[in-house]
């Protein structure tokens, strides 16, 4: 988010301009018109220092009353060097009612660290939760669905063997107690 200059117009007398006495960014920056009073126009103007590193897009503003219009000072920071830059900042309101200058400092950006440090401990395998005395609710276990699900296979087969006299029924009831049995011995082990 660009540094902003607020710039209060209006706010004690009519057409009275109120600025900062010095303004530094490190930058493109805002400068905030904010209109206390009627409609206003509003000239800004950079210096010539300040103007081999900024540029405005227009120099004349109309601010209709009571509202804001931020102006945009675009910064060319690759004609910013080691040592800042300081300018001045012209602001008149109602075509020279009042004149009032900004000094301005534009500074070179930091460059911001966007590397991860990393350290010998990420390397090491992170330790396993250590179990909760006495082992926690049996009900909490994922086993005790495929327990339930197995028991009622078992129940339902041998119910069928028992009620259909037939080889192929007591054959699959079978075979079904077996698979549920290595089910259970495979889940235990697991």
Same mark, same amino acid.
């Given at each position: 988010m660009p540094d902003e200059l607020p710039v209060h117009v209006s706010r004690?007398?009519?057409?009275? !301009?109120?600025v900062p006495g010095t303004f530094e960014t490190e930058g493109s920056f805002d400068v905030a018109l904010k209109n206390h009073g009627n409609s206003i126009h509003m000239h800004l103007h950079l210096d010539d220092a300040l103007s081999t590193v900024a540029t405005l897009t227009a120099t004349n503003h109309h601010v209709d009353g009571e509202t804001e219009r931020v102006i945009r000072v675009e910064v060319d920071e690759d004609r910013l060097g080691p040592e800042p830059v300081r300018g001045k900042l012209k602001v008149v309101s109602a075509?020279?009612?009042?004149?009032?200058? !900004?000094? !301005?400092? !534009?500074r070179e950006p930091e460059d911001e660290d966007d590397t991860v440090r990393v350290d010998e401990s990420l390397a090491e395998p992170s330790p396993k939760p250590e179990p909760e005395p006495g082992g926690g609710s049996v009900f909490a276990s994922p086993a005790v669905p495929v327990v339930a699900l197995g028991v009622l296979a078992v129940v339902v087969a041998l119910v069928l063997a028992m009620l259909v006299d037939d080889v192929v029924v007591l054959g699959g009831a079978v075979a079904v107690v077996i698979a549920v049995l290595v089910a259970m011995v495979l889940l235990v082990r697991g």
């Open positions: 004690q007398e009519l057409h009275e !301009v109120e075509y020279g009612a009042s004149t009032r200058w !900004v000094d !301005v400092v !534009v």
